[in-house]
């Protein structure tokens, strides 16, 4: 078993929670090249991300930062929650 704080969630990750918590069906290159775009570009709302977070936060046994939640790309989502696992907190 690796350890969770060397993990970090990738845009392949972000895509195949997108589509199992959400529904939402969004191929990884694109997400790579627009993750600079808003999530509602994606077709994600607030609900969505709030189901990714649940289902990182259950993964990992660690609750991530509120602002997680508030985050509107993928690029500053996956830059605050691989941060958050990397310290822990």
Excluded at 7 to 27: I, P
């Amino acid at each position: 078993m690796t350890d969770q704080l060397d993990h970090q969630v990738t845009v392949e990750d972000l895509s195949a929670l997108m589509k199992r918590t959400a529904g939402v069906h969004v191929d990884p290159v694109t997400l790579r090249q627009q993750s600079g775009d808003g999530f509602d570009t994606f077709g994600l709302d607030s609900l969505g991300l709030l189901g990714i977070v649940a289902e990182l936060e259950k993964r990992y046994g660690l609750g991530l930062p509120e602002q997680a939640e508030r985050c509107t790309t993928p690029a500053d989502f996956l830059a605050l929650v691989n941060g958050a696992l990397k310290t822990g907190v």
